[in-house]
């Protein structure tokens, strides 16, 4: 059995920080006794935030964004392109898009790839609501955001096929990035760049 060092809420906390992406145990740690010295400032704050978001948090059901309210913030903006509408793979990308300002028209989350060896089919992905999206008319251009990985290229094949009956045109964000790097990850420049240069599918 394991020491006890700290009562159990404490533990809770850094058990549940230690599940957050790029933490592991020690820095949960590090991140539990850092919000416990600054109380008022950090853990008052974050667990009100938390509590606010459990509650409100909803996906969009036209795009597939999380947001508090939906249709999302996006969807709902009259400012953007409704001509044009950009596909990823997951929430984040479509964070990276807009924090880069790549992007101004409309988007859709297909919520992961493909994937043989992972039994991820096209039913488990939202693939129908993006070909009924499309099928709507008005969307001109659809432009495949999705990583240069075989599953996120794999993906982008076959959306490209289920949507060639339909009058959109199809391009591919032109990738000068290594295979398997996550639009999360690039540089708000590359990003950019990437979106610019599209290629036709
Ligand atoms: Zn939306």
Known sequence: MTRRTTGPEIERLIQALAKLPGLGPRSA?????HLIKNRDKLLVPLASAAAEARDKVTVCSECGNV?????????????????????????GDLWALERASAWSGLYHVLGGTLSAAEGVRPEDLSIAKLIARIAEGGIKEVVLAVNATVEGQTTAHYITEQLSPL????????HGVPVGGELDYLGEGTLTAGMRARRPC
């Open 29 to 33: 740690r590090r991140a539990a006794l």
């Open 167 to 174: 009058k959109a045109s199809i391009s591919r964000l032109a």
């Open 67 to 91: 947001d508090t309210i939906d249709p999302c913030t996006l969807c709902n903006d009259p400012r953007r392109d409704r001509s044009s509408m950009c596909v990823v793979e997951e929430v």
